[in-house]
């Protein structure tokens, strides 16, 4: 099993920045890519961004390309999401989740089998 927990939402105004971070427990995850998602109010949860299992591949949605940056530490089996030059179409509940081991990069929900709870982002104009 693997435990996610997401921390570093908040309020922040337009423009602003914020980083997420995800750190996992019970078991690496350091064989696993990582992804976020976000879901708003009354919408479907959406792909933000992945990084591999070594952190040398990336994949972003449209929507958030040159804006947000998607790390990770291997060492400290967590996974970081740098948000910049943020907009109030941000807000969202951001989540984190694990790829199965040696999973590709992969922009869909279904694929990730370990969540965490999420944390509240919300972008005031």
């Known amino acids: 099993q693997v435990q996610l927990v997401e921390s570093g939402g908040g309020l922040v105004q337009a423009g602003g920045s914020l980083r997420l971070s995800c750190a996992a427990s019970?078991?690496?995850?350091?064989?696993?890519?990582m992804g976020w998602f976000r879901q708003a109010p009354g919408k479907e949860r959406e792909f933000v961004a992945a990084i591999n299992w070594s952190g040398g591949s990336t994949y972003y949605a449209d929507s958030v390309k040159g804006r947000f940056t998607i790390s990770r530490d291997n060492a400290k089996n967590s996974v970081y999401l740098q948000m910049n030059s943020l907009k109030p179409e941000d807000t969202a509940v951001y989540y984190c989740a694990a790829a199965p081991p040696y999973q590709g990069l992969v922009h869909i929900a279904r694929v990730y089998d370990y969540w965490g709870q999420g944390t509240q982002v919300a972008v005031s104009s």
């Open positions: 019970g078991r690496t995850v350091s064989n696993r890519a």
